[in-house]
């Protein structure tokens, strides 16, 4: 983060005056600089990405051949360019490395993307969401072992459809400023996996004064949704029972953004409502809330939802845009799907996050790395 400003004592005189300003303007200097690194990924200019911690370019390790059906995250409407765009730069760098692979392309939503593999009509499942329970159980009660998932993008900090981190909210006169996930757990959640106490006022987080004995009131998107699966495994440790009195925003129909969101209308209603919490993303906004920081376990640090904290993965609700693929135990991957799945991974198919990833965010190579053991590298 830049510095603090220092204030310089007023010495009277032209040289002091000089140093002054000179100081101001280096400063200037710094956070200009700072907030272009933060804003990068956003902007997607891929010039400036030496400036992140990129993995390492693509080395062919086999030559391969044949074709690569890709099915899942897209949408019918070709207006909405949910992923085609950066999927289609990835097969045209990757063809530059192996002209002898073909590609079927089938992006046309993620609900097609499990089934495709497991009916044998896919090679590769790119999820727009987290993939459900009943998904693996599907894939499962097919070939006996759970499909493979590699990590391929960051989900975004703040756009609509593409993965964006999950924010907590409260009223913006509550005077907490952060929340452990054992403390989320416990203040949606019945089952309490995570070992908190029992939550139900604002009193029983430590508030005291007018907020002791007040109950807290709870918001959401609805159940139904992927947004509400991913909380479960994320938050609840795979439970998937929730307090009673859950107030449900679903989004209207025909909804594209905005005040039609069911995330915008959760957050008008929680500006209403003192005693509330609600969980949405960053992409809505009412100044009667605020977002809280998050700590992944007692004693960790509380890190504030920002573009840079999604990026480095130090926010504990960032989201993963991941490709499954049907490999089982103990073997590696079909050679034409691990060659794609490292060329993704490598600084080319991450700089093309960057450029046609629309707000996905890229994965930097400490995480690239630990996705590249799964394909036995």
């Not at 756009?159 to 006169?173: E, P, S, T």
Request: aromatic share 10%; glycine share 12%; proline share 7%.
């Amino acid at each position: 983060m830049p510095r603090e400003v220092q204030r310089v004592p007023h010495a009277g005189t032209v040289a002091t005056h000089r140093c002054d300003a000179t100081a101001r303007i280096t400063n200037m200097k710094v956070r200009l600089a700072t907030c272009l690194f933060v804003l990068l990924p956003a902007l997607g200019r891929s010039s400036h990405a030496g400036e992140l911690d990129l993995p390492a370019p693509y080395e062919p390790r086999q030559a391969v051949e044949g074709t690569i059906r890709i099915w899942g995250h897209g949408a019918y409407d070709k207006s909405q360019d949910f992923i085609e765009t950066l999927v289609l730069a990835w097969e045209a760098g990757f063809r530059k490395h192996q002209p002898q692979v073909a590609f079927e392309n089938h992006l046309n939503g993620t609900a097609a993307a499990i089934g495709a593999l497991y009916t044998g009509a896919g090679d590769l499942a790119l999820m727009g969401r987290e993939i459900w329970p009943p998904e693996i159980a599907a894939f499962q009660e097919v070939f006996g072992y759970p499909p493979s998932g590699v990590n391929v993008i960051t989900g975004s900090f703040n756009v609509r459809n593409r993965g964006y981190a999950i924010v907590i909210f409260v009223h913006k006169d509550n005077p907490l400023s952060g929340l452990t996930l054992a403390q989320l757990d416990s203040i949606y959640g019945i089952e309490r996996r995570r070992g908190g106490p029992l939550i139900r006022t604002w009193g029983d987080l430590g508030l005291g004064g007018e907020w002791r004995d007040r109950r807290i009131t709870l918001y959401g998107l609805p159940i139904a949704r992927g947004f509400a699966e991913y909380f479960e495994q994320a938050v609840f440790l795979g439970g998937h029972k929730w307090k009673a009195g859950l107030r449900e925003f679903a989004d209207k129909p025909g909804s594209k953004g905005g005040a039609n969101d069911g995330g915008q209308m959760m957050l008008n209603a929680l500006a209403k409502d003192r005693y509330g919490i609600g969980y949405a993303g960053l992409l809505y906004h009412n100044p009667g809330v605020k977002p809280l920081a998050l700590a992944a376990k007692n004693g960790a640090p509380f890190v504030e939802p920002t573009r840079l904290s999604v990026l480095n993965h130090s926010y504990p609700l960032t989201r993963m845009i991941t490709i499954f693929l049907n490999r089982a135990p103990r073997t590696p991957p079909e050679p034409k799907l691990q060659e794609f799945l490292r060329y993704v991974l490598s600084r080319e198919g991450q700089q093309a996050v960057l450029r046609e990833g629309h707000g996905y965010l890229p994965m930097l190579a400490p995480f690239t790395n630990e996705e590249l053991q799964k394909l036995g590298n």
